[in-house]
């Protein structure tokens, strides 16, 4: 028996599109944009990635200038309330910290830094009280840096950025501390809701058809 996919009434002379700041280039990152552009495809839309500033792609999507985020942590519609979230998990990493003593404690630490732009860490800051300094950088790159001159005592990280950015960092310098697994989803602004289920049943029809999985292989799993 055939099942009769309901889709959202689009125009006849072009496709819709929604534009989205290009995030990190990361695989996961990769993995995301192919899949997403697939589902908007299977619904008369085109996924468009533009250079954004990162730092201020959430407030922009927020604010109706970008039509939503890519990929982020679920948490995030607590602050952005014009974003809503597509409930279907893309791909799950884990926020680590390392940290230059073996056996102090997240808690005992007198300064971390987080990456300026990621909510997972402040998240967990939020849930997790933290009455050191917060010192918020701009990079990956800076925050590893303060680690390494031990002008912090410990660093939040997003697992795959950093395989992403510095695959030969050593961190067995260093203590580290697996804190929490942590999935991404996909956002709309307010304005596209009524885009949400479509989307929804569009990734899963593709995770039972196997592209979900096609897909992680050749972006993840290698």
Do not use: W
């Not at 028996?1 to 695989?27: G, Y």
């Not at 982020?72 to 926020?95: A, T």
């Not at 860490?121 to 001159?149: C, H, M, W």
């Amino acid at each position: 028996m055939m099942c009769c996919v309901l889709l959202p009434t689009v125009s006849s002379a072009a496709n819709r599109s929604l534009q989205f700041n290009r995030p990190a280039d990361t695989p996961q990152a990769r993995y995301v944009i192919e899949l997403m552009s697939i589902a908007y495809s299977n619904i008369g839309y085109e996924l468009e990635v533009i250079d954004f500033n990162h730092q201020s792609a959430l407030a922009a999507a927020n604010n109706g200038i970008l039509d939503g985020q890519l990929g982020r942590i679920n948490s995030i519609s607590q602050q952005y309330k014009n974003l809503n979230v597509v409930n279907f998990p893309l791909f799950e990493f884990n926020l680590i910290l390392l940290k230059n003593c073996d056996t102090c404690r997240f808690e005992q630490l007198n300064n971390i830094a987080i990456q300026a732009g990621y909510p997972a860490a402040k998240s967990y800051l939020d849930n997790n009280p933290f009455i050191g300094e917060v010192i918020r950088v701009k990079s990956v790159t800076a925050q590893l840096n303060l680690l390494a001159q031990k002008k912090v005592d410990g660093v939040l990280l997003l697992d795959f950025l950093l395989k992403s950015k510095h695959p030969r960092f050593d961190i067995s310098t260093f203590s580290a501390d697996v804190l929490v697994p942590i999935r991404s989803f996909h956002f709309l602004h307010k304005r596209h809701k009524e885009l949400i289920p479509f989307l929804e049943q569009q990734l899963t029809l593709l995770e039972e058809d196997g592209t979900v999985n096609q897909l992680r292989d050749k972006h993840l799993n290698h």
